[in-house]
């Protein structure tokens, strides 16, 4: 498989067509070699428009997101060098990879122990030093590293919990794919002040759940 042109197909099919035009974001998705961070009973799917389970069953959480998802919430961010930013949901590590190009530090919450090792060893062999991946429930935050220029949440969850709008800087923001299927929007909430946050959402997808996030509550009559 030609890697290099399947690279090249994944930006200019799928990801420009997505209103992903920001060349620092391209450049970015050209660099950072997706392949080696799909598991490789999936290698050859690395550039196809879909998620790709990261585990046998493709249990909710753990799938990596398809490339014009995360290509999307990476423009929409706009990270800047001098910041630090705060994932939740590791899982190969491939978009705490793009991060990283962007960003000061990162550091990455991964739930599930045999994923953040997975994610480590993947990080280092892409020689990207400025990710620390730790194995712990990103539904709790990381209040002790706090405050955050950025957070990011890799998958979806039913509604933004407030205890991590309030891990952000002033000026911070937060992106999440929030809602239910068949309905997702993609979320930016900014911290405005101490107690105002602006929230838009500009466009709608599906994602997988991320793991330990509380649902709605549902009633049948």
Known sequence: MNFEQARFNMIEQQIRPWNVLDAAVLDILSVVRREDFVPVAHKALAFADMELPLRNGGEAGQCMLAPKVEARMLQDLAVQKHEKVLEIGTGS??????????????ISLEIDPELATLARANLQKAGISNVEVRQADGAKGLPVEAPFDVIVLSGSVAEVPHKLLELLKTGGRLMAIVG??????????????????????????????????????????
């Open 93 to 106: 590590g491939y978009m705490a990879a793009l991060l990283a190009q962007r960003a000061q530090r990162v």
């Open 180 to 221: 239910d299927a068949p309905v997702m929007r993609a979320t930016l909430i900014q911290r405005t002040s101490a107690v105002e946050y602006l929230t838009s959402q500009g466009w709608d997808t599906l994602a997988p759940r991320l793991l330990s996030f509380p649902e709605h509550s549902r009633f049948n009559f």
